[in-house]
């Protein structure tokens, strides 16, 4: 399989780099072919220019500045996304990202008779989303009803792709988790990876 790893943290050592390579390296390690999409070490730009939005409902999407990632997207078998979760949300390098690169004729088609939109990335088997929060277990599902999730499952991956395997593996309490909590983590990852 063919997986497109997609790493939103703006700090090279940071954890979430630490769990885009266990993913690479578990990945790679079971036969998998995987590109590695760093958004910052690749200097993505995450503003949808006035012409892309213009040509959202145009007969074709003006993808000329997004044209590379749209490729890795294009060519991928699986997607997964690695970044913490701020304010409850994306960082916003990767809400450009989807923005940007899950676009119409890309990602999706706009339903003729408006109103809706058709998947279209048929390619995409795998969705999984690895991602920590500084809050604890209990704020983010039960206080704020775990948007992230939500959002992925029900509002990207649904709406792009048809029959995937989504998942979202998740450390809370980010911000006191231990060494040790994050070895579990990265572990954890690894073996969940390791069934691909």
């Known amino acids: 399989m063919r997986i497109l790893i997609v790493l939103a943290h703006p700090i ?6 630490s769990v885009a390579r266990t993913a690479k390296e578990t990945l790679e390690a079971n ?3 995987v590109d590695l999409l760093d958004l910052y070490r690749e200097d993505f730009d995450p503003r949808l220019s006035a012409k892309e939005r213009a040509s959202y409902f145009s ?3 003006d993808s ?3 044209a590379s990632w749209i490729g890795r997207l ?3 078998d699986g997607l997964v996304l690695v970044f913490p979760q701020w304010w409850f949300n994306f960082p916003a390098i990767l809400k450009g990202f989807f923005d940007r690169v899950f676009a119409p004729g890309v990602a999706f088609d706009h339903d003729e008779a408006g109103g809706r939109i058709v998947p279209r990335l048929d390619n995409i088997r795998l969705f999984w989303a690895l991602t ?3 809050s604890p277990w209990w704020v983010v599902h039960l206080y704020m009803g775990n948007p992230v999730r939500r959002l992925l499952r029900r509002g990207i991956a649904a709406f792009c792709a048809k029959g995937l395997d989504f998942r979202m593996i998740s450390l809370h309490d980010m911000d006191r988790a231990t060494e040790a909590k994050r070895k579990r983590h990265i572990e954890r990852v690894r073996a969940l990876l390791g069934r691909i």
Do not use: N
């Not at 090279?12 to 780099?17: I, L, P, V, Y």
């Open 74 to 76: 294009q060519s991928a």
């Open 64 to 66: 000329s500045t997004a």
């Open 12 to 17: 090279e050592d940071s954890f979430a780099a």
């Open 31 to 33: 036969g998998h072919a």
């Open 59 to 61: 007969d074709r999407y």
């Open 132 to 134: 920590s929060t500084g």
